[in-house]
């Protein structure tokens, strides 16, 4: 005997009672069509009579016999067994049946071919019945429209086409969900069968087949709560759905549950989220190993009637997820949801959706105390489970934040930057899978720039694949995660050997330099130095050498520089928020000291790096003398001002590595003391260390006064719109 696919057993237990049931309508059906139309007939004769003649077999003008009644009319064929011309096909069908229950029988490993062979006949003879189904309906109702009317009146389920149509939708999302729970692979076990599912289910049935609704009360709720001291399943099973017809009160679905009373929803939702997590506790305790990870006890007898209705309960904390308003919400929702986590790690698809849900909340919320609460839970479930869902939750934080970074301004930057440097923190708990996700991103990035160099060589608006702030922010957020996990006092400390994301830096720095490169006019500016920021941050925290002076010193020989600026009444630029400017800034005076402040601010934080560094004189040497030279052509007397303390200051420091190494004893060639040259002086004690600390202090105090100037104008503008709707 062949063994049953899972395909077959699962039609077996569900579908083939029904099936066999409708079948035997549908031949009840015929003989009372055949009746009717004996009765009603020319010759007044029963059926029988005309089942007789229509039966008989035609022969074509070479007396071979055909299977086809072409010589037969409607009516006389409605009025007779038209199953009998399938009698052929039924017969070769169960041949080929029993051929493959002997080659199965001869050869184990094509067990599977024969389930599908078999499957593939019983829909094809399901699909014949259908269409004699629907055939014989709509002759029936063009010749006898009062006999079609009374069925449709009296026996609707002999109308029925399709022999599954009574299959419920939740059969068939239990289904689906049973497939996953046999491919997916996780770290919670697999527990519970598949008789526990369908007597929850039978119950469910029974309970809404009485008619009448349910009317959700504060007595209820109540009563509830305290049933939930000694839980049992049922008492679970009934809140839960309670919870779920509140939840869709307004998408017109059928439950046996009203909701009507605002308190009762929100007495409801606290017994729902406080309490119910912890009676399922109570009837199923998790099994925790050493690291602290939970697992559902597979030999519990209820545990698979607690996922079974966790189940149905996910789309409510889906729906509970994305309607979050505040920080406490988000809080209780989170919090229940982590209780009873172990329990959706073996559904797939019910625990993308969970985490997308999450995930969304993270990278969406205007409030940081949400934003944290979000990745709080995040970051536990994966430390918890790294095998089963860091993957996922890596590529789903990194996609989400992309479709949240499309507005970049000074209301969303905070939550930006909390999304990207939270995200990074995770890719340091497998950095292995950090780095395969990272490598498969970075080139995603590399493609995307190469095609658009071609774009751009053909056509005008090739550009606008990658400036814009989608690419921008993930190239400085993967400028974030490396700057994290390369830095290598973190690897000294933690690791015995280097991160395997450190060999992530160079495609990164090429990629993000031939963005810069791209486009190198005066309107992207704000681009360029948003990108330099990010890899003087990689070079700082990671140690590598990035030539970053050359690409700064090309805004000097910009007309945006050298030309004589034009005066104009428009507001500072601001380019921490702006990766492009408009074409009236071009040639005025406000964006031209803009340009120079940031060129002193870039090009002191890029030699502020290596201020400590043995080779310190000899690297600012070629700039040195290049800001020299540009002095003196230069007709800008406020930024030769600038330049020329930026020039002394770096003189000064130069001077002083020059003393100082002055008293070492040993030659460039020994590494391990170069690298411990003056590792015990305070950078900011450096004359270039304390010219940046102040210049620091500048630039707050201007961000400061930008931000209230922006705020000022958007308090105006909404007023503005208030009038106007009034």
């Given at each position: 005997?062949?063994?049953?696919?899972?395909?077959?057993?699962?039609?077996?237990?569900?579908?083939?009672?029904?099936?066999?049931?409708?079948?035997?309508?549908?031949?009840?059906?015929?003989?009372?069509?055949?009746?009717?139309?004996?009765?009603?007939?020319?010759?007044?004769?029963?059926?029988?009579?005309?089942?007789?003649?229509?039966?008989?077999?035609?022969?074509?003008?070479?007396?071979?016999?055909?299977?086809?009644?072409?010589?037969?009319?409607?009516?006389?064929?409605?009025?007779?067994?038209?199953?009998?011309?399938?009698?052929?096909?039924?017969?070769?069908?169960?041949?080929?049946?029993?051929?493959?229950?002997?080659?199965?029988?001869?050869?184990?490993?094509?067990?599977?071919?024969?389930?599908?062979?078999?499957?593939?006949?019983?829909?094809?003879?399901?699909?014949?019945?259908?269409?004699?189904?629907?055939?014989?309906?709509?002759?029936?109702?063009?010749?006898?429209?009062?006999?079609?009317?009374?069925?449709?009146?009296?026996?609707?389920?002999?109308?029925?086409?399709?022999?599954?149509?009574?299959?419920?939708?939740?059969?068939?999302?239990?289904?689906?969900?049973?497939?996953?729970?046999?491919?997916?692979?996780?770290?919670?076990?697999?527990?519970?069968?598949?008789?526990?599912?369908?007597?929850?289910?039978?119950?469910?049935?029974?309970?809404?087949?009485?008619?009448?609704?349910?009317?959700?009360?504060?007595?209820?709720?109540?009563?509830?709560?305290?049933?939930?001291?000694?839980?049992?399943?049922?008492?679970?099973?009934?809140?839960?759905?309670?919870?779920?017809?509140?939840?869709?009160?307004?998408?017109?679905?059928?439950?046996?549950?009203?909701?009507?009373?605002?308190?009762?929803?929100?007495?409801?939702?606290?017994?729902?989220?406080?309490?119910?997590?912890?009676?399922?506790?109570?009837?199923?305790?998790?099994?925790?190993?050493?690291?602290?990870?939970?697992?559902?006890?597979?030999?519990?007898?209820?545990?698979?009637?607690?996922?079974?209705?966790?189940?149905?309960?996910?789309?409510?904390?889906?729906?509970?997820?994305?309607?979050?308003?505040?920080?406490?919400?988000?809080?209780?929702?989170?919090?229940?949801?982590?209780?009873?986590?172990?329990?959706?790690?073996?559904?797939?698809?019910?625990?993308?959706?969970?985490?997308?849900?999450?995930?969304?909340?993270?990278?969406?919320?205007?409030?940081?105390?949400?934003?944290?609460?979000?990745?709080?839970?995040?970051?536990?479930v994966v430390r918890e489970y790294p095998k089963s869902i860091l993957e996922t939750v890596l590529k789903l934080t990194y996609s989400s934040?992309?479709?949240?970074?499309?507005?970049?301004?000074?209301?969303?930057?905070?939550?930006?930057?909390?999304?990207?440097?939270?995200?990074?923190?995770?890719?340091?708990?497998?950095?292995?899978?950090?780095?395969?996700?990272?490598?498969?991103?970075?080139?995603?990035?590399?493609?995307?720039?190469?095609?658009?160099?071609?774009?751009?060589?053909?056509?005008?608006?090739?550009?606008?694949?990658?400036?814009?702030?989608?690419?921008?922010?993930?190239?400085?957020?993967?400028?974030?995660?490396?700057?994290?996990?390369?830095?290598?006092?973190?690897?000294?400390?933690?690791?015995?050997?280097?991160?395997?994301?450190?060999?992530?830096?160079?495609?990164?720095?090429?990629?993000?330099?031939?963005?810069?490169?791209?486009?190198?006019?005066?309107?992207?500016?704000?681009?360029?130095?948003?990108?330099?920021?990010?890899?003087?941050?990689?070079?700082?925290?990671?140690?590598?050498?990035?030539?970053?002076?050359?690409?700064?010193?090309?805004?000097?020989?910009?007309?945006?520089?050298?030309?004589?600026?034009?005066?104009?009444?428009?507001?500072?630029?601001?380019?921490?928020?702006?990766?492009?400017?408009?074409?009236?800034?071009?040639?005025?005076?406000?964006?031209?000291?803009?340009?120079?402040?940031?060129?002193?601010?870039?090009?002191?934080?890029?030699?502020?790096?290596?201020?400590?560094?043995?080779?310190?004189?000899?690297?600012?040497?070629?700039?040195?003398?290049?800001?020299?030279?540009?002095?003196?052509?230069?007709?800008?007397?406020?930024?030769?001002?600038?330049?020329?303390?930026?020039?002394?200051?770096?003189?000064?420091?130069a001077q002083f590595i020059t003393t100082r190494r002055a008293k070492v004893e040993y030659g460039p060639s020994n590494k391990q003391e170069?690298?411990?040259?003056?590792?015990?002086?305070e950078w900011a004690k450096t004359p270039l260390g304390q010219y940046i600390t102040v210049q620091r202090q500048l630039k707050e105090e201007?961000?400061?006064?930008?931000?209230?100037?922006?705020?000022?104008?958007?308090?105006?503008?909404?007023?503005?719109?208030?009038?106007?709707?009034?």
């Open positions: 005997m062949a063994k049953a696919s899972k395909q077959t057993k699962k039609f077996q237990n569900k579908h083939l009672k029904h099936t066999i049931e409708h079948r035997k309508k549908v031949q009840e059906f015929n003989k009372k069509a055949a009746k009717r139309k004996g009765k009603g007939g020319k010759g007044g004769k029963g059926g029988e009579d005309d089942t007789a003649t229509a039966t008989a077999t035609s022969q074509d003008k070479n007396g071979r016999s055909k299977e086809v009644f072409d010589d037969v009319s409607v009516d006389e064929f409605l009025a007779g067994d038209f199953e009998i011309p399938k009698e052929k096909k039924r017969k070769t069908l169960e041949a080929k049946q029993k051929g493959n229950a002997k080659k199965s029988s001869n050869n184990n490993d094509d067990d599977d071919d024969d389930d599908e062979e078999e499957e593939e006949e019983d829909s094809s003879s399901e699909e014949e019945d259908e269409e004699d189904m629907k055939q014989n309906l709509e002759n029936l109702e063009k010749e006898d429209p009062e006999f079609f009317k009374y069925l449709k009146e009296n026996d609707k389920e002999l109308l029925s086409v399709n022999p599954l149509d009574a299959i419920s939708d939740d059969e068939d999302a239990e289904e689906e969900e049973e497939e996953e729970e046999e491919d997916g692979e996780g770290e919670g076990e697999v527990y519970g069968d598949d008789a526990d599912g369908d007597a929850i289910m039978k119950g469910q049935d029974e309970e809404s087949a009485s008619g009448a609704k349910i009317e959700i009360t504060t007595q209820l709720v109540k009563k509830w709560g305290d049933q939930l001291s000694k839980p049992t399943t049922k008492i679970i099973r009934n809140i839960v759905i309670a919870f779920k017809a509140a939840m869709n009160i307004n998408k017109g679905e059928d439950y046996k549950y009203a909701m009507v009373d605002p308190q009762a929803f929100a007495d409801l939702m606290i017994i729902v989220l406080k309490k119910v997590p912890i009676a399922i506790e109570n009837l199923v305790k998790y099994k925790t190993n050493v690291q602290g990870v939970r697992t559902v006890p597979q030999k519990n007898s209820q545990a698979g009637q607690i996922a079974t209705i966790l189940k149905t309960h996910a789309s409510s904390y889906i729906t509970l997820l994305k309607d979050i308003t505040n920080t406490e919400s988000a809080a209780l929702i989170l919090a229940s949801l982590y209780e009873v986590f172990p329990y959706y790690l073996s559904h797939r698809r019910l625990l993308k959706q969970i985490l997308t849900a999450v995930v969304d909340v993270w990278a969406s919320a205007n409030q940081v105390d949400t934003q944290i609460a979000a990745f709080a839970f995040l970051n536990n934040f992309l479709q949240h970074c499309r507005r970049t301004n000074i209301h969303t930057i905070d939550r930006l930057n909390f999304c990207k440097n939270s995200s990074a923190e995770l890719y340091g708990i497998d950095e292995t899978i950090g780095y395969q996700i990272g490598f498969e991103y970075v080139r995603q990035l590399a493609i995307h720039l190469r095609n658009s160099i071609n774009a751009t060589s053909n056509a005008k608006e090739g550009y606008k694949t990658v400036y814009n702030w989608q690419f921008c922010h993930s190239l400085d957020f993967w400028s974030r995660v490396l700057s994290q996990l390369c830095n290598p006092e973190i690897e000294l400390k933690h690791k015995s050997k280097e991160s395997p994301m450190r060999q992530l830096i160079y495609p990164l720095v090429q990629v993000t330099l031939g963005t810069i490169k791209l486009i190198p006019t005066a309107q992207f500016f704000p681009l360029r130095f948003y990108l330099l920021r990010s890899l003087i941050r990689l070079s700082q925290l990671t140690g590598v050498y990035i030539p970053l002076f050359p690409l700064l010193f090309e805004i000097l020989s910009s007309t945006a520089i050298t030309k004589p600026p034009k005066a104009s009444t428009l507001q500072m630029v601001d380019f921490e928020h702006n990766i492009k400017v408009n074409q009236a800034y071009l040639g005025t005076r406000v964006y031209q000291d803009g340009l120079t402040e940031q060129f002193i601010e870039l090009t002191a934080e890029f030699f502020g790096l290596y201020a400590k560094n043995v080779a310190f004189p000899e690297l600012i040497t070629p700039a040195v003398l290049g800001l020299k030279r540009f002095t003196k052509k230069s007709k800008n007397v406020k930024f030769n001002k600038q330049l020329g303390q930026l020039i002394e200051k770096l003189n000064a420091n170069v690298k411990t040259f003056l590792s015990d002086y201007r961000l400061k006064m930008l931000r209230e100037a922006q705020e000022e104008e958007s308090k105006a503008l909404e007023a503005k719109k208030h009038e106007d709707s009034e």
